[in-house]
């Protein structure tokens, strides 16, 4: 019996090692096209500090790969690989890139390339983004130019063209001009990151068009006008980071529609309250930071029927009135930023004690509030310096 499992055994690993063979066989046999293979060789050349990395990698779907670069068999042809991603960045070379790096429309000789990402290369020599060359990029799904300081210039509107295009993210660049708003045709695009750049004149209302986005970053810009009403018909968001602008206006009503929204970023800009109450129907939502806005107006109450915030920064905002006694209620709650309003009242003694053991972070610091500042001990020692009560006159602590 044990002769026959050993033989068994035996007999797998055989049939193993010889599919194993087979398997390299086949990928000898297989090639990429020509073309293709001389357009990714182009765009190496335009982008990193090694004239011999064609030399080193004349098969680089194959026996001689490369880390940033990623291939698949073709669909028509399975003898054919097809370059499909380009990934350049610090993780995958040193120095990321040459002094004169530049985007090659030896591109267009990539027609099956699905994602370029370009991280921390364009730091010396300005680069510009092409008017036409994106919008010939067909099967391109995951768009990544980021952290490049020398990236200047307008985002193209041919970017509108690339129909399946699911990610797009230029952060941390120096791109200027308005936002395209043929941007608002991507309608099967999923995230939107257009953060740290700048940015100007308005959002426009065509973003609406994004019916399947779920993220939209443009923060750290210096975008002006209203957020546009047309962003509560994007059922799918999760988050909006629309901080650090020049925004005005209020807060659209329709946002509330956004039933799956968790990060509601306002923060930094202009905008006016009050804050609406239809806000209420966004049971998701974690994070509101709306600080630095003249909001002028009182705490609203709907706010305690969000059973799932766990961060809430309305500082500088010109809030009046009393604290309100349902922040003991939100039970996830951990950072609570009140401080520089103009608050009156005491202090409810509730925001000390159970169920709000997770808070972990409160500042009520440069108000108008007054009395006794009732909290556990346990409370006062646990928070530390992350309890900060300073600037109240009258409050007794």
Avoid at 229 to 237: A, F, I, K, V, Y
Wanted: hydrophobic letters at 40%.
């Amino acid at each position: 019996m044990a002769s026959a499992t050993f033989f068994f055994v035996g007999f797998l690993v055989l049939a193993g090692e010889a599919i194993a063979l087979q398997r390299k066989d086949d990928l000898s046999e297989m090639e990429m096209d020509e073309d293709e293979l001389l357009g990714l060789f182009e765009v190496m050349s335009s982008l990193i500090e090694d004239p011999g990395w064609g030399r080193a990698h004349p098969e680089p779907c194959t026996e001689t790969p490369w880390p940033g670069v990623e291939c698949e068999i073709g669909e028509d042809d399975p003898s054919i690989f097809h370059v499909t991603k380009v990934h350049i960045g610090p993780d995958i070379i040193t120095p990321t890139c040459k002094i004169s790096a530049n985007i090659s429309d030896a591109l267009l000789k990539l027609p099956y390339l699905k994602t370029l990402s370009i991280f921390n290369c364009f730091v010396s020599s300005p680069v510009t983004l092409s008017p036409t060359l994106f919008g010939a990029l067909s099967s391109l799904e995951h768009l990544a130019l980021y952290s490049n300081p020398t990236l200047s210039g307008e985002i193209p509107s041919s970017l509108a063209e690339i129909a399946d295009l699911r990610v797009l993210s230029l952060s941390q660049n120096n791109l200027q001009g308005n936002i395209p708003k043929e941007l608002g045709r991507l309608v099967n695009l999923e995230q939107l990151d257009l953060s740290y750049n700048n940015l100007s004149g308005e959002i426009p209302d065509e973003i609406g068009g994004m019916i399947s986005l779920t993220v939209l970053d443009l923060s750290w810009n210096g975008l002006q006008g209203q957020v546009p009403p047309s962003l509560g018909t994007l059922q799918l968001l999760q988050k909006i980071d629309l901080g650090s602008n020049k925004l005005v206006g209020s807060i659209p009503p329709a946002i509330g529609k956004l039933s799956r929204l968790v990060l509601l970023d306002l923060s930094q800009n202009c905008i006016n309250g009050p804050i609406p109450e239809t806000l209420s129907g966004l049971q998701q939502l974690q994070y509101l930071i709306v600080y630095h806005n003249p909001i002028n107006s009182r705490i609203p109450l709907f706010l305690g029927t969000l059973q799932n915030l766990t961060s809430i920064s309305v500082s500088e905002c010109g809030l009046t009135g009393p604290i309100p006694n349902f922040f003991s209620s939100l039970n996830t709650l951990t950072a609570l930023s009140l401080d520089n309003n103009n608050l009156s009242g005491t202090v409810p003694p509730s925001l000390g004690s159970l169920p709000n053991s997770m808070l972990d972070q409160l500042n009520l610091s440069h108000n108008q509030l007054s009395g006794e500042l009732q909290f556990p001990e346990e409370f006062i020692e646990r928070l530390g310096e992350r309890l900060d009560v300073r600037g109240n006159d009258k409050l007794c602590t």
